[in-house]
């Protein structure tokens, strides 16, 4: 069965940190791209980071390069993501993304909070 789970969220001040993190079961995570997504409320769900199945290609959205940070350990079968810097802006649910050739699969979310 697979599964993705998303941990770390929080309520935390504007100019904070956080480190999400995200575990993976049930499929071959060393083969699959990982990508961090983010929904705030209203809007749509958008691109945050992707990280390269082996190796360290990254790349970021605009409104976060710089800030954020996406990394990997296969041998854990985890992604993070380190969030410095966090605006109000910031707010939303994070989702973690596996995806390779047909298959796509996504977390639950992890509810990120910035504000004073």
């Known amino acids: 069965q697979v599964q993705l789970v998303e941990s770390g969220g929080d309520l935390v001040q504007p100019g904070g940190s956080l480190r999400l993190s995200c575990a993976a079961s049930?499929?071959?995570?060393?083969?699959?791209?990982m990508r961090w997504y983010r929904q705030a409320p209203g809007k749509e769900r958008e691109f945050v980071a992707t990280?390269?199945?082996?190796?360290?290609?990254?790349n970021y959205a605009d409104s976060v390069k710089g800030r954020f940070t996406i990394s990997r350990v296969n041998a854990k079968n985890t992604v993070y993501l380190q969030m410095n810097s966090l605006k109000p802006e910031d707010t939303a649910v994070y989702y973690c993304n596996a995806r390779r050739e047909m298959y796509n699969y996504w977390g639950q979310g992890t509810q990120v909070t910035v504000s004073s």
């Open positions: 049930g499929f071959t995570f060393s083969s699959y791209v």
């Open positions: 990280i390269a199945s082996v190796g360290r290609n990254t």
